[in-house]
């Protein structure tokens, strides 16, 4: 996989409060030398074709970790051989750059398969396993309604989708 990085301006923005998140670990012990950077943009690819695309407004890159936290960021994967892709956008994230795991933190919405719309105060994305996921209190909107669980699992190679926690039906007034 080719990783590609360019700079560009993007827009300001605020932080927002998150929720308990999972902690892999990128950034324990000694951090080297801090990158700061404004208008990150990440690509991953294979081929001529992206596969995944990451802009942020603002970032620290730790080059001896291969780790970039991110500030309002939006997030691309596409579709492709065996994958349906997802789109996302947050207030403040982490990448590792080796692995293409990425965790969204703040205000998170995005859209995946069928336009299924989520929204929560985290989702992680596993690469490797080829999941986005939370395990926090999330909103689904589609065509057919209006849910909230406990969490979901988009398996993106899989074209699957699952409610976690329970599930209960919004109705509008």
């Not at 990440?42 to 970032?59: P, Y």
């Not at 780790?67 to 994230?93: I, T, W």
């Not at 795991?101 to 989520?118: K, S």
Request: proline share 3%.
């Amino acid at each position: 996989m080719t990783v590609l990085f360019a700079l560009a301006s993007l827009l300001a923005g605020g932080r927002t409060a998150v929720a308990e998140v999972p902690d892999h670990g990128w950034l324990e012990g000694d951090l080297g030398q801090i990158l700061h950077v404004t208008g990150m943009i990440f690509v991953a690819s294979e081929g001529s074709a992206n596969e995944i695309l990451i802009r942020a407004e603002t970032a620290e890159f730790y080059p001896e970790r291969e780790v970039a936290d991110l500030d309002e960021v939006e997030v691309q994967v596409a579709p492709g051989k065996g994958r349906l892709g997802f789109q996302m956008r947050c207030d403040e994230g982490r990448l590792n750059l080796e692995t293409q795991a990425f965790v969204a933190e703040g205000h998170v919405v995005g859209t995946i398969e069928g336009n299924r719309q989520f929204e929560a105060l985290w989702v992680a994305y596993d690469e490797g396993e080829g999941v986005l996921y939370t395990d926090d209190p999330v909103l689904i909107v589609d065509r057919a309604g209006r849910y909230r669980g406990g969490g979901f699992r988009y398996f993106v190679n899989e074209e699957r989708f699952r409610l976690e926690g329970g599930a209960t039906v919004v109705q509008d007034p």
